[in-house]
């Protein structure tokens, strides 16, 4: 199946865009941006890429606008990534990814930023282990608690993570380089299989740590496990709450995502890394 990418001009586009997310999120989730938001910011400065099948036909779309970071750094904050739920592994949210890179480099911007849920796990593939992001900021409960859609209930809290889109800690990471070595790195909390259901269990945490690597595992599918049990997805988010803020307040960030074995079993974990990468 050929995909096209291009920026987003015709009304019928920015429509289309709606009509995705409904698909994917519910019309009542937090996460909906509106045409309006969109035309806004293709028209003054950001950029609204789509990716097309058969022509005309949306089956993904990325949004940005310009901003600040907080040293007074020229960025883009990139608002929203959605794709069609069939299509999700087909890497058309990588290559839209790449495009609004691109699109940031023509403009002389090397920083993009965005926020995503630290319980996804293919978004942390995509954003951590392919493009090469980094994160030292946890946002807590960020955009208020979802009534509807596939996240009601849950608290909203989120990484803020960094793409320098024109560093050579970034071109590593898409060339497919590794990030930090894992080998003998130890992890930050004990996860088992519910004796019932064998849904993920978190058993505690360790808060004591100060290796140059850790690793922390998060569940394999959050939206099956939200779907199985919304309050076991809630004690996961509480307790990634007490762990990310508190390394990164020792001097880690995120530089890596992964699957490590351990205890018997291939787990998606986090690497957290003391100091600077990038």
């Known amino acids: 199946m050929r995909v096209d990418l291009r920026r987003l001009t015709r009304i019928e586009e920015f429509r289309q865009c709606e009509q995705l997310q409904d698909r994917i999120w519910g019309p009542d989730d937090i996460g909906r941006v509106s045409s309006l938001v969109l035309i806004t910011a293709e028209d003054n400065g950001g950029s609204a890429i789509g990716a097309f099948v058969d022509e005309d036909r949306l089956v993904g779309f990325v949004c940005s606008f310009l901003g600040f970071a907080d040293n007074g750094t020229l960025k883009l904050c990139s608002v929203l990534m959605a794709v069609d739920p069939e299509l999700q592994k087909g890497g058309i949210g990588y290559h839209l990814k790449l495009a609004q890179r691109e699109a940031a480099l023509a ?49 909203t ?3 803020l ?12 990471r898409l060339r497919g380089m590794p ?6 790195a130890r992890w930050v909390n004990e996860v088992a299989p519910h004796p019932h259901t064998g849904l993920p269990v978190c058993q505690g945490c360790a808060l004591d740590l100060d290796d140059p690597v850790l690793l922390v ?8 496990l939200k779907m ?7 004690s996961w988010r509480l307790e990634l709450r007490r762990v990310f803020p508190h390394y990164f ?9 992964s699957r490590r074995e351990h205890g018997g079993a291939m787990r998606p974990c986090y690497i957290l890394s003391r100091g600077d990468v990038v």
């Open 107 to 155: 403009q002389g911007v090397e920083l993009i930023t965005w926020t995503f849920d630290p319980l996804a796990s293919l978004n942390a593939h995509l954003n951590i282990h392919k493009l090469g992001c980094v994160t030292s900021r946890y946002l807590v409960n960020c955009y208020g608690i979802a009534q509807g859609g596939i996240n009601a209930g849950l608290p």
């Open 157 to 159: 809290d989120r990484f």
């Open 161 to 172: 993570v960094e793409w320098w889109v024109g560093k050579p800690w970034v071109d590593s």
């Open 179 to 184: 990030a930090e070595p894992t080998a003998g």
């Open 217 to 224: 595992e998060i569940p394999e599918n959050i939206r099956t």
């Open 228 to 234: 199985a049990d919304i309050d076991l997805a809630r």
């Open 249 to 257: 307040a020792q001097g880690y960030q995120v530089t890596g995502f």
